[in-house]
């Protein structure tokens, strides 16, 4: 389980970082900047969702259990 939500925190990053390339990058002349950007905040928001779907069911699933933090007795 941790390695998937590695795996998709570093997807996250990556889709951020190459929407903050295409943003910075200049275009050629007059053209009109590609939809890349767009594209990949899309990809972002969509594996950010995915990413919180799959934690709320596998903790419906039992597969992972919050410790919260542990109280110490003052």
Do not use: C, E, Q, Y
């Not at 990058?25 to 590609?34: E, I, N, T």
């Not at 905040?41 to 419906?60: P, Q, Y």
């Amino acid at each position: 389980m941790k390695f998937l939500i590695l795996v998709a925190f570093i997807g996250i990053f990556g889709a951020l970082a190459s929407a903050g390339f295409f943003m910075l990058r200049k275009g050629r002349g007059d053209d009109k900047r590609s939809p890349n950007m767009a594209r990949a905040l899309a990809v972002r928001v969509g594996l950010s969702v995915a990413l919180f779907l799959i934690i709320l069911l596998s903790w419906k699933l039992g597969w992972i259990h919050p410790t919260g933090l542990p109280l110490k007795a003052a």
